[in-house]
Nanobody, 128 residues
């Protein structure tokens, strides 16, 4: 049984940092992808960052490039999202996800329906 359990959300002032964690168990697809999504009220779920397990290649949405870093601790089976220089527009519910979006099509990691397993979501609030 695949489980993704998130931690590390919360509240921070603009310019601050937070680190999200996602403990992954039962997911054994070496060809798969782990990703972070976010969803703000009234908006669609948005792909924030992704890492393809087999090759370690990472992708980011433009609005977080240079500020967020996705990483994975293989020994702990944990996915991380380090978020620096946070802005009020980063406020959203953040979710980790696991699935097998094609790496051949560069944008497929952004599509929520390409992911089969999801964490419970944790709120991140950035105040100005």
């Amino acid at each position: 049984q695949v489980q993704l359990v998130e931690s590390g959300g919360g509240w921070v002032q603009a310019g601050g940092s937070l680190r999200r964690s996602c403990a992954v168990s039962g997911y054994v697809y070496s060809s798969g992808c782990l990703a972070w999504f976010r969803q703000a009220p009234g908006k669609e779920r948005e792909g924030v960052a992704a890492i393809y397990i087999a090759v370690g290649r990472t992708y980011y949405t433009d609005s977080v490039k240079g500020r967020f870093t996705i990483s994975r601790d293989n020994a702990l089976n944990t996915l991380y999202l380090q978020m620096n220089s946070l802005k009020p527009e980063d406020t959203a519910m953040y979710y980790c996800a696991a699935g097998e979006p094609s790496m051949s099509y560069g944008g497929s990691w952004r599509i929520p329906t390409n992911f089969d397993y999801w964490g419970q979501g944790t709120q991140v609030t950035v105040t100005s």
